[in-house]
Nanobody, 133 residues
Framework: QAQFVQSGGGLVQPGGSLRLSCGAS????????IGWFRQAPGKAPEGISS?????????IYPNSVKGRFTVSLDKAQNTVYLQMDNLKPEDTGVYRC?????????????????????????WGQGTLVNVSS
């Protein structure tokens, strides 16, 4: 059974960093498009990124996180990471990774409708990031 196990969330002060992990089991992450999205309390889900399986390129969507968030893939560990630096209180929310063999599906969902993530093949259980002093 294909699944993700997420880790790395928690409480961090503004300006701090966190690295979220999504370890894949039951499938080869390198063959899948990967996405990250988040949902802040009381707000609609917001797509963060999508990564193409063909060349590993990642696209970061919100201007608010460009230059601060980075996606990386460790194929040996079958794990994808979301490195978040210079965190701000508005980054608080539940973060979730997703994967699908179809890059178009991931890109469309992350850009336009992250709430439809269950239409993708695999998704993580979500992890809470709380940026607060």
């Amino acid at each position: 059974q294909a699944q993700f196990v997420q880790s790395g969330g928690g409480l961090v002060q503004p300006g701090g960093s966190l690295r979220l992990s999504c370890g894949a089991s039951g499938f080869n992450l390198g063959d899948y498009a990967i996405g990250w999205f988040r949902q802040a309390p009381g707000k609609a889900p917001e797509g963060i990124s999508s990564t193409s399986p063909s060349d590993g390129m990642s696209f970061i969507y919100p201007n608010s996180v460009k230059g601060r968030f980075t996606v990386s893939l460790d194929k040996a560990q079958n794990t994808v990471y979301l490195q978040m630096d210079n965190l701000k209180p508005e980054d608080t929310g539940v973060y979730r990774c997703v994967a699908d063999r179809n890059f178009h599906n991931v890109r469309t969902a992350m850009r336009h409708d992250p709430a439809a993530f269950k239409q993708l093949e695999v998704w993580g259980q979500g992890t809470l990031v709380n940026v607060s002093s």
